[in-house]
């Protein structure tokens, strides 16, 4: 019923950009809360950035003032804007939504949907 669709993902050199963006797609009825998390090889999947619908932000630490999360309700997209990029950021980036869905025609339920994952790989 609801699908993420990541992109943007890549391999650059450390000080290098890159911009990733997930589209929410489906019979969807509101988004609250969307953000980004990353999982490291032998890692677990960490929070990078959240968003709220009405625009509050919340960063990991490691990320604070190098990345960026924005997001546009019109098209069900959040965006994370990353500069300054480090090997320590190699990772899967996951993108997440907290929404609720149309199940019928005057029905609703909340869900918590993940996307596939995009990888960003950065080197020395």
């Known amino acids: 019923q609801v699908q993420l669709v990541e992109s943007g993902g890549g391999s650059v050199q450390a000080g290098e950009s890159l911009r990733l963006s997930c589209a929410a797609s489906?019979?969807?009825?509101?988004?609250?809360?969307m953000g980004w998390y990353r999982r490291a090889p032998g890692n677990e999947r960490d929070l990078v950035a959240t968003?709220?619908?009405?625009?509050?932000?919340n960063y990991a630490d490691s990320v604070k003032g190098r990345f960026t999360i924005s997001r546009d309700n019109a098209k069900n997209t959040v965006y994370l804007q990353m500069n300054s990029l480090k090997p320590e950021d190699t990772a899967v980036y996951y993108c997440?939504?907290?929404?609720?869905?149309?199940?019928?025609?005057?029905?609703?339920?909340?869900?918590?949907?993940w996307g596939q994952g995009t990888q960003v790989t950065v080197s020395s």
């Open positions: 997440n939504a907290d929404l609720r869905y149309y199940t019928g025609f005057n029905s609703r339920q909340r869900g918590n949907y």
């Open positions: 489906g019979r969807i009825f509101s988004i609250n809360d």
């Open positions: 968003i709220s619908s009405v625009g509050s932000t």
